[in-house]
């Protein structure tokens, strides 16, 4: 193949990818008891409410063999599910922490686990980010942002930032704020209209 043709392949989706009308979220932490995984409940709701099919794709739930070095050449059956959801997923919905000014390993990991380049490529991919502190986590989003991008992902622009988050949830895990609320509404509504478009499909109303 000539090098143009092998640029353009690489660029054009895969032919095994989007089969299933499909939001997948990724809880972008393995920690117990994260608040990006209150968050990630939010963002469910929303789907639901919107009709649209979704998945919880939770790096807690990984399995531990993949954290075997050996992983890089191989990677264990129990990861296939994982590694599947995204590939077909009409679109990803990363809910990320922030740790130590950056995305957590685990999900950098996960990242660096997934198929190349069907995972990537033409993917549709959105961002919030939950911090403790007061940028609520612009810098992973950030560099989230840049990492689909290098791979060849279409970054949806509208993002939401969770600064102390634990100011912003209630007891339960609640966000309490309406006007937070409203922009995770927001912004899965724009990126819903944003896959739609894209992949000239319908997602409102999918069959799960
Ligand atoms: C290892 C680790 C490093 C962290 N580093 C930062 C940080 O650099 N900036 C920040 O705002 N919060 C930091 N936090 C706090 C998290 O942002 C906070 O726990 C928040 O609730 C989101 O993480 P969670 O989903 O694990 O709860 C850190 C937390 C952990 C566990």
Not at 132 to 137: E, F, M, R, V
Not at 170 to 176: C, F, N, T, V, Y
């Given at each position: 193949m000539c090098p143009r043709a092998a640029s353009k392949a690489r660029n054009q989706?895969?032919?095994?990818?989007?089969?299933?009308l499909m939001i997948e979220i990724i809880a972008g932490t393995n920690r117990p008891g994260s608040n990006t995984r209150k968050v990630v409940r939010h963002v469910e709701e929303i789907y639901a409410g919107l009709k649209v099919p979704y998945h919880v794709l939770d790096l807690?739930?990984?399995?531990?063999?993949?954290?075997?070095?050996g992983s890089y050449a191989e990677k264990p059956k129990s990861f296939q599910p994982f590694a599947d959801a995204v590939v077909r997923a009409s679109g990803l919905h990363v809910v990320t922490p922030e740790y130590n000014g950056g995305m957590p390993g685990v999900l950098k990991y996960f990242i660096d686990m997934l198929k190349f380049p069907e995972s990537f490529v033409s993917r549709p991919v959105c961002f919030v980010g939950v911090a403790?502190?007061?940028?609520?986590?612009l810098r992973p989003v950030e560099q989230l942002q840049g990492i689909f991008g290098y791979r060849n992902a279409f970054v949806y622009p509208e993002r939401v930032f969770l600064p102390q988050v634990s100011n912003l949830l209630?007891?339960?895990?609640?966000?309490?704020s309406e006007e937070l609320v409203g922009k995770l509404k927001s912004q899965a509504e724009g990126f819903v209209d944003f896959v739609e478009r894209l992949q000239r499909t319908r997602l409102r109303g999918a069959a799960a």
């Open positions: 989706p895969h032919p095994k990818t989007f089969r299933s807690a739930a990984m399995p531990p063999e993949i954290f075997s070095p403790a502190g007061l940028w609520g986590a209630d007891d339960r895990g609640q966000l309490k």
